[in-house]
């Protein structure tokens, strides 16, 4: 039987990206621990950037998808923790320069009552299953169908507070349980390069006296 090691979990979790943010879970921090057994069970420990996270669900099956698809696990274990709580220290220098690079495009801020998204760029499915955001230089965000699908709903067309609404339905929480990460979710796609932000026209007329 072959022997799964530690790194080889790790190096196929750099594959599963934050739903929130466009940065895998290793370089996020996430990780905390990978264990392996002699007869190849894995179990992880990982923690999320908040405790209310909406994708708790949807990250914690990723990990075990990516987990998985190295050869020779049995089985997949995954416990959520939350000591020590999760802080941007904790991100791999990679990380930190992957958000950095996106507060540096960051031009002006967001007006989250009147802005409309438009999603740009495209989605590349890869050979093994994973997703790829491609802006407009061919620099690939590795993502999950869950962005994928937000990014799509972002149309030009559609204020923040609509896509708030239509993401809330479509995973099945509360509008207050997803309104927070809907909003960083814009951020980091705009600061990605993947989203551009529409505002509505002003008219100048002015009426004569």
Known sequence: MTSVTAQQVLESLKQCMDPEIPINVVDMGLIYGVDVSDDNKVDVKMTMTT???????????????????????????????????????????????????????????INYETAMPQGIGSVVKQEDGSLLLMDENQQGFMVNQAIVEFWQMCNGKRKITELVDMFSQKIGLQRNQVEKEVLQLVQQLRDGGLLIIHEPEVSNVQFRK
Request: aromatic content about 6%; proline content about 8%.
């Open 51 to 109: 405790r209310g996270c909406p994708l708790h669900d949807t990250l914690v099956n990723d990990v075990k998808r990516y987990v998985n698809k190295v050869s020779g696990v049995s089985s997949v274990n995954v416990e959520i923790v939350w000591d020590p709580p999760w802080t941007p220290e904790k991100m791999s220098e990679e990380g930190k320069k992957l958000i950095n690079y996106g507060k540096q495009k960051t031009i002006t801020p």
